[in-house]
């Protein structure tokens, strides 16, 4: 049998080594790579789901055009002719910004950028801009180290302190769990801090049940005890960090109580961690994403790297902040065009909808590729009327998602299976090539094909003329100096020759001062303070919670799907801590109504002690007569980096009496 190397595109940390077999007897067999560091011969139930997908009847296999509220087939001819038109005449009536582009990052291929690609060449487009997913303590990472680097996932073998702080990997991120556990053989002590007592938290010594949207405060409490007790790594900080006495004079007005009063952490237990982040070093951070969801996400961000720099827990082995890595970015070429060639018009992602509604020149087509707003965006419900009166929408599907339904053409692509793609991703640091393993199903097409026919027809040929290698090759051409070409990727994943295994080793950090910058002349211009300053006072106006929405929504990621994808059933499922149950009288498989600001939908409720008591957590993803969670959250931006505050919202309860 002769087993093709592929790689998993699903928009995931562990982007996962896969060897992939098909024959007519057995169907694709997937199976992940032992050699691969990461995937370790082992992949999860998202990347047989995607492997399933393939032949599955789920799939779309034809374009199909909306008629009279009904899709109905046509040929690619007639596909491609209508788009055309329809770009040729928003060209001509409203310009470029009357195109609305909308992209996510639903696929990792680096060839899925030739849409930007396409719609860049073609003069512009409008897009959004921020982000939906890590914006927040990505732009943090940027302000204090002047870049998102992390140490190699193996370095935390050398920790002997590791803090899941937000994150939940046991869920989000499996092929990190080997490297805790490693970790832990080498006797690493792993503290989680959550809200809720997370399945990962069952590998750790300790759990912290931290409110909602206080790890900055937290952050800031540590620090003021580790400064009241002379407990930094002076030379470091004295050598590596910019802004310490600004920092310190914010650190002094976050006492101890008043921070274990916001948080519910014990004086006792911020104490002790306090200390241990101090004196049990090397210390790996490993915020997760769902603490930068909130409209302080950048400012919480900030307050944790703060603590890894008054500890000296940066650029060495074993220590750091893991968030993420830019260096394939830094070092590929991009597809991208230069951004003089073209106009663009940005919206915010958490506001979106509210922006495309009031544009000027208004959006005249919309084009959908690798996400489905319909259902993740925030404040759902604008999103659907401001979608249907926009006059043309197209989307581009492997599945019929919400958006693609309410789509008027629906294109279908090909899976990382039916082509050749490159895998890079900003964990992970390997470089994977990816075979052609079965033919097109159906008439399906890559987005490589589809866009380059369209470019032809648009008379922008010329800057789509590569096959699929020949754009991979133009992609690597910088790691020919390390004597990487496609031909060697196609031997195997190979590991980027540029990631250093220990981030920030140099100690020379790429901000303006050249140190951490604890205060920072960027932050003072995007949110006005410069250091970390998470609120601490909380008047009305600022609070998540209310006296008509006294619980905290929380809406993490789903375990067996990955957001809408590959979501089994129908319908939302609540989980909430017994004494909530008990005051509304809830029972397990009772039916609630959740309502917020915003909207309000029924749940399944499931009662566990491991929800925290003021909380009522929804994974995203799910849906209900085609309206997902995202009904109930507004858009909010949170404070660096445009991030979506999806979990910046309170809730109330109903019992839902069925008769
Ligand atoms: N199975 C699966 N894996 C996935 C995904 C998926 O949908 N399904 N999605 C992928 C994507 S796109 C991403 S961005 C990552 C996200 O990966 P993670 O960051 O691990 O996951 P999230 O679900 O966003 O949120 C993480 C955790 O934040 C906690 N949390 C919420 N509020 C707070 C708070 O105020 N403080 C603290 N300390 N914790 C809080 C939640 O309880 C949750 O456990 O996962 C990726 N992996
Ligand atoms: N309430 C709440 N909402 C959230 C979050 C949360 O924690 N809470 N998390 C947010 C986060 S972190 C993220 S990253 C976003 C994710 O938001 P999205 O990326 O929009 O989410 P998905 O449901 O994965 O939708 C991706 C769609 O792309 C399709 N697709 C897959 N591969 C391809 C391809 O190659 N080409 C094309 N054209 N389409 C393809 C899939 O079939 C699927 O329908 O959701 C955000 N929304
Ligand atoms: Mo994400």
Redesign the pocket.
Known sequence: MAWKRSAC???CPDSCGFLVNYTEEQGLQLKGEKEHPITQGFICSKGQALAELVFSPDRLRFPLRKEKGRFKRISWEEAYTLLTRKIQETLEQTGPLGILHH?????N?AL?AL?QRFFQALGGMTVPEGS???GAGYHAQAIDFGGVYQNDWASLRQSKTIILWGKDPAVTNIHLIPHLLAAKKEEAYLIVINPTQVKSAELAQEYLRINPGTDGILALGLAHIILREGWLDWEFVRNHVHGFEEFALKAKEYEPARVSELTGISEVKMNALARRISHSGPVSFLPG??LQ?YVQGGNTLRAIDALAALTGNIGKPGAGVYYAHQDHQDHLNTVRLPEEHYQVRRFPHPLFAESIEKADPPIQMAV??????L????NSLLWKEVWSKIPFKV?????M?E??RQSDLVLP????FEEEDLIVSSWNPMLQVTEKVVEPQGETKS?LEIFSELAKRLGIGKKFSLTSSEWIEEIITPLHEYGITLESLHQGPVRAPYIQNVAWEDLNFKTQSGKIELSSDLALKEVGEKVASPRIEQDNENAILSAEYPYYLL???PRQA????FQEDEGFHMFIHPELAEKFYLFPGDQALVETRQGQLLARVYVSEDIHPQAVVIP??NTSNGV???QL?KGLSSDLGQS?S??EVGCQIRKWLVD
């Open positions: 595109p699903l928009n992209y996510d990052y639903a696929h291929g899925r849409d939906m997913c890590w994403y769902g969801r959908v590729t690798r996400s489905n707003p259902l993740q965006q925030p989307t581009l599907e492997l599945v998602s958006t693609a692509v090909t899976t990382i987005e809406t993490p990621h990955i957001h809408s994808q995203e993803g997902g969670v995202n959250i979506t999806y979990y």
